[in-house]
Nanobody, 118 residues
Framework: QVQLVESGGGLVQAGGSLRLSCAAS????????MGWYRQAPGKQRELVAR???????KYAASVKGRFRISGDNAKNTVYLQMNSLKPEDTAIYYC????????????WGQGTQVTVSS
């Protein structure tokens, strides 16, 4: 099992930026991929971004051009840089690891709250 610890959430005004971090208990290069999902109140959890161990990235259409996912193998950490934040980005953001199949999360962090005020 992979332990994941998120940090970096908080309250920010619309147009601002936040950087989320996700520290993994294993070498992230050993994973097929890592990613971020989010869940807003009353909505289903949705993919925000993911990055494979070869560096390929995928983004939700709603965040493309504003968010950037990256990884630091030396620190076993994945980041989500979020710029030009909008109130509709308000959600709990969950880090996840894909141990076996890209696109199928196998382990989840506890989540971190991101609130964007208008």
């Amino acid at each position: 099992q992979v332990q994941l610890v998120e940090s970096g959430g908080g309250l920010v005004q619309a147009g601002g930026s936040l950087r989320l971090s996700c520290a993994a208990s294993v070498n992230i290069f050993s994973l097929m991929a890592m990613g971020w999902y989010r869940q807003a109140p009353g909505k289903q959890r949705e993919l925000v971004a993911r990055i494979t161990r070869s560096g390929e990235t995928k983004y939700a259409a709603s965040v493309k051009g504003r968010f950037r996912i990256s990884g630091d193998n030396a620190k076993n950490t994945v980041y989500l840089q979020m710029n030009s934040l909008k109130p509709e980005d308000t959600a709990i953001y969950y880090c996840n690891a894909h141990r076996f199949t890209i696109g199928t999360p196998s382990d989840w962090g506890q989540g971190t709250q991101v609130t964007v005020s208008s």
